[in-house]
């Protein structure tokens, strides 16, 4: 069985370029595959091999102070879902392009997976406030599944978000919005974006539909969820696709 990881941080970063090298070297030491970009803003990766280099791998990155609390995302496959390592350098881990998105110096207000699922079992928050979940992902993801009866956006990449929710604003105006997205990391810098312009009422998943699957299950969830490497998707027991012929 391989083991695959994903996580993400956003953190400065002075010399990206320094990073990736490193990394790089680490990854590629360890017989890794994957994915891993840089920034001044932070890493995002996902990386699939062993489990001891696995755990190699995640020893090394966390021995930097930098990174020492960084969270992974752990699943299983069958195979190997990646070609080949890629490290780059980016403007950015995520690419949003909007000012006052960054959360380097705070983060949106997080709600975890435990509570989101009483929340919607609920069908409101424990305010008792109109929920509305908000996917922040493309189409071709939504249709893989969401969330049920959850907002999505017909954009096909995270920099169509801005215009596509805002003909949303005044009707999610009385909810709490819990933005939502792959492994956390758009709707982590949507929400902050959301909240900058105006709309305090937004939340953020922690952890995304992949930390939900990890610490809930499928509770709301309808479909499975769309993962950017050969197992093409996971269900919410972080199954994949590819393995089971689906």
């Not at 992974?72 to 392009?97: H, M, Y």
């Not at 995270?158 to 999610?172: C, G, I, K, Q, Y």
Request: hydrophobic share 45%; proline share 5%; with cysteine.
């Amino acid at each position: 069985m391989v083991l695959n990881i994903a996580a993400y941080k956003f953190v400065r970063i002075a010399d990206p370029d320094a990073m990736a090298a490193r990394l790089h070297a680490q990854a590629e030491a360890e017989a890794l595959l994957g994915t891993i970009l840089l920034a001044h803003e932070g890493v995002n990766l996902f990386l699939a091999g062993n489990d001891a280099a696995i755990d190699a791998f995640i020893e090394f990155l966390k021995a930097d102070p930098q990174f020492s609390d960084i969270r992974f995302k752990r699943s299983r496959s069958d195979t190997q879902p990646f070609a080949r390592l890629k490290v780059k350098v980016k403007p950015e881990i995520i690419g949003f392009r909007q000012r006052d998105a960054s959360p380097l110096e705070a983060r949106a207000p997080a709600v975890p997976p435990e509570t989101l699922a009483r929340w919607i079992a609920q069908g409101h928050d424990d305010q008792g406030k109109r929920l509305v979940l908000l996917d922040t992902r493309n189409r071709q993801e939504v249709a893989h599944g969401s969330f049920v009866d959850a907002m999505t956006l017909p954009i096909d990449r995270f920099t169509d978000f801005p215009a596509a929710v805002e003909v949303h604003r005044e009707s999610l105006s009385d909810a709490t919005v819990v933005s939502f997205c792959t492994g956390g990391i758009r709707c982590e810098k949507a929400a902050m974006w959301l909240r900058a312009n105006g709309m305090d009422n937004v939340l953020q998943l922690d952890g995304g539909i992949l930390g939900y699957f990890e610490h809930v299950g499928g509770q709301g969830y309808q479909g499975r969820c769309f993962v950017f490497d050969e197992r093409v998707s996971l269900d919410p027991a972080l199954q994949p696709a590819k393995d089971m012929g689906v």
